[in-house]
């Protein structure tokens, strides 16, 4: 099947879709120019991908070779920020990447005031001086969990939500985690890693799995995944949430990420920025 493109019946939107790449963009300003660079950078990703994938499967070690292709070479990238929180593979970058190289080749032709990028919820974002982006949290079941505002001042060019009822398979009990970063790759990979943490080691009403059995030639192998996470008792849920935001406020202070906010249960955690506001909050940490 070949790249499909088409303008949303608002106007002022594109959907680009190839195989299990489903993108939304939008762009203010020179947004027909925006829009022609983008479909023309994203007609060849997907194969740029598929040629260079079995590589990008193996866990990141210090040998691992940088692969070849654009999109490849920024989750190689975004894989190494990030490599000494545990086991890890390159395909956790690959939709905040895939994002960032079509903005990117949006900004260069074309002039824009805004513009994202949204790959399933991996956002890559451009704001020009004067300009915010605003957007809902939202949960697996669509309520609302919190609000993000985003200034130009504020430096990020990177959103992204991770969780065990994402599209990817977690190793953590987190419902969702969004993390701020300078760029949708960071994002990405900061995401899944914070999720993960977000755990609780043989707890009875965790039930998983390993990856490669629930999906075929997983890039997470046989790592244990979490398939089902019962009604967790308050003092539980917090002490998951802790968890994972220790491993968020190690990526603060390390400046890989700008901030995150948590989610478990009906519970949350945030890492102190004005720029997410969870509606539910057991406590908020420096």
Same mark, same amino acid.
């Not at 997907?46 to 079995?54: F, N, S």
């Not at 398979?169 to 970063?181: E, M, W």
């Given at each position: 099947?070949?790249?499909?493109a ?11 879709q190839?195989?299990?790449i ?9 947004r027909d120019?925006? #829009? ?5 950078r994203?007609?060849?990703i ?9 590589a990008l ?5 210090p ?5 070849m292709?654009d999109?490849a070479q920024r989750?190689?990238? +975004?894989?190494?920020? #990030?490599?000494? @929180?545990g #086991?890890l593979?390159?395909?956790? +970058?690959?939709? /905040?990447s895939?994002a ?7 900004i260069?032709?074309a ?5 994202y990028?949204n790959?399933?919820?991996d956002?890559a ?7 915010? @982006? ?12 919190g609000q993000i505002i985003?200034?130009?001042?504020d430096?990020v060019g990177?959103?992204?939500?991770s969780?065990?009822?994402g599209?990817s398979?977690?190793?953590?009990? +987190? ?7 300078t %760029?949708?790759a960071?994002?990405?990979?900061a995401?899944t890693?914070i999720? %993960? ?5 043989d ?8 990856a490669?059995?629930?999906?075929d030639?997983?890039?997470l192998?046989a ?12 003092s539980?849920r917090?002490?998951?949430l802790?968890t994972g935001?220790d491993?968020?406020?190690t990526?603060?202070n390390?400046n890989?990420?700008? /901030?995150?906010?948590l #989610?478990?249960?009906g519970?949350?955690l +945030?890492?102190?920025?004005?720029m997410i506001?969870?509606?539910t909050?057991?406590?908020e @940490?420096a």
């Open positions: 099947m070949n790249p499909t088409a303008i949303l019946p608002c106007g002022k939107r594109l959907h680009l190839h195989g299990p489903d993108l939304i963009i939008s762009a203010d300003g020179q120019r925006a #829009f022609e660079a983008a479909n023309a994203f007609q060849t997907l194969t740029e991908l598929v040629t260079e994938l079995g499967k193996q866990p990141m070690s040998t691992v070779e940088c692969p292709g999109v989750m190689h990238v +975004a894989a190494i920020t #990030f490599s000494d @929180y #086991f593979t390159r395909m956790a +970058a690959v939709a /905040g895939v960032d190289t079509v903005l990117e080749a949006m260069e032709g002039d824009l005031r805004r513009a990028v790959n399933g919820g956002i974002l451009h704001l020009q001086a004067g300009e915010r @982006y605003s957007s809902a949290m939202a949960s697996h079941d669509g309520s609302v969990l985003i200034q130009r001042s430096n990177g959103i992204a939500t969780g065990r009822h599209r398979l977690s190793c953590g009990i +987190a419902d969702s985690v969004t993390v701020l970063s %760029n949708a960071n994002a990405d990979v995401a890693l999720a %993960n943490a977000v755990d609780l080691a707890h009875s009403a965790i039930s998983r799995r390993p490669n059995e629930m999906v030639a997983s890039d192998e790592n244990l995944v979490v398939t089902d996470c019962g009604l967790l008792a308050a539980d917090t002490a998951a802790r935001l491993c968020a406020l990526m603060v390390r890989t990420i700008h /901030g995150a906010a #989610f478990l249960q519970e949350a +945030a890492t102190d920025t004005n506001s969870p509606h909050r057991t406590k @940490y």
